[in-house]
């Protein structure tokens, strides 16, 4: 399948797909695009602008040298919009661990040494201030109690900038493992900050899945913590030195993702912002 586009990069005639998604996200369905492209088709919810936003920072980030697939054009399917990207023959890293889960070290280990690798790399375009956004979701959390808001606002201030490229949504379902290493998708929430802010932002998405009905599986449970700390463990033996401004982040972090209104989780999130500040 391929598109023709105009000089904004956009596609100038609405193509047709056939054949099923070959994987699904939050935000949208990914279908086959030829031999070296696939297409992230989102749904309908998904405005134009923010889709427009994803394609400026997707190909910002593979132009900065991270790891990260290329972006190729806008195009529209059945009314509904989408983008183009790089083909990257490989497995997705939580089926991978799905399948084999005695991987998980080895796993955890090349999570770590993307997230340096992304965190050292350098990127010409103004990306989002992480500080800014955090602030702004404890603004819109209404979970979150004006009293623990203020401690986390708080805490905030006292904490480093940073001039990263922090990714804002890294685990292992948005890490595609290839023979050449590993490849990070998903961009929408990237910012400019501090690097172990990112990271306790990772632990927080693992360690409230794996405290809550995200993972009901006990085993998995466990298998959950135990990547996810050495994803924290082998990042520190590579960047030694920030454990403890690491650790203020992470109840800063977790007041902030109630914003996102998940409701499994709100309980875990206020219990683990109001036990750090």
């Excluded at 399948?1 to 369905?29: Q, V």
């Excluded at 992304?118 to 800014?132: I, N, V």
């Excluded at 979150?144 to 708080?154: E, N, Q």
């Excluded at 409701?263 to 999130?269: G, I, Q, S, T």
Aim: charged share 20%.
């Amino acid at each position: 399948m391929t598109a023709e586009t105009d000089p904004s990069g956009r596609s100038s005639r609405t193509p047709t797909l056939s054949g099923a998604p070959i994987a699904y996200g939050r935000t949208a369905e990914i279908f086959a695009w030829g031999e070296e492209q696939v297409l992230k088709l989102f749904y309908d919810w998904f405005s134009l602008e923010d889709i427009e936003y994803e394609a400026r920072i997707g190909r910002a980030v593979h132009a900065s040298g991270a790891p990260a697939p290329a972006v190729g054009e806008l195009v529209q399917v059945s009314g509904r919009h989408g983008l183009l990207y790089q083909r990257i023959n490989g497995e997705n890293m939580f089926e991978h661990l799905q399948r084999k889960p005695w991987r998980v070290l080895a796993c955890a280990r090349q999570t770590a040494t993307l997230l340096t690798a992304l965190h050292r790399s350098t990127l010409a375009m103004e990306l989002p201030d992480q500080r800014g956004r955090l602030e702004h979701k404890l603004h819109q959390a209404q979970a979150l109690p004006d009293a623990v808001r203020i401690k986390a606002l708080a805490a905030l201030e006292r904490l480093p900038d940073g001039n990263s490229i922090c990714h804002g949504d890294l685990h292992p379902g948005n890490i595609l493992l290839t023979p050449a290493g590993g490849t990070i998708i998903d961009w929408i929430d990237a910012t400019r900050g501090n690097p172990l802010a990112d990271l306790a932002r990772s632990t927080i998405l693992a360690l409230g899945a794996a405290a809550t009905s995200q993972v009901p599986n006990p085993a998995l449970k466990v298998f959950v913590r135990l990547f996810q700390a050495a994803v924290v463990r082998e990042y520190f033996r590579r960047e030694p030195g920030g454990e403890a401004v690491y650790r203020r982040w992470l109840p800063v972090v977790a007041a902030a993702r109630l914003s996102e209104q998940i409701p499994e989780l709100e309980v875990w999130l206020l219990s683990h912002a109001q036990a750090g500040l």
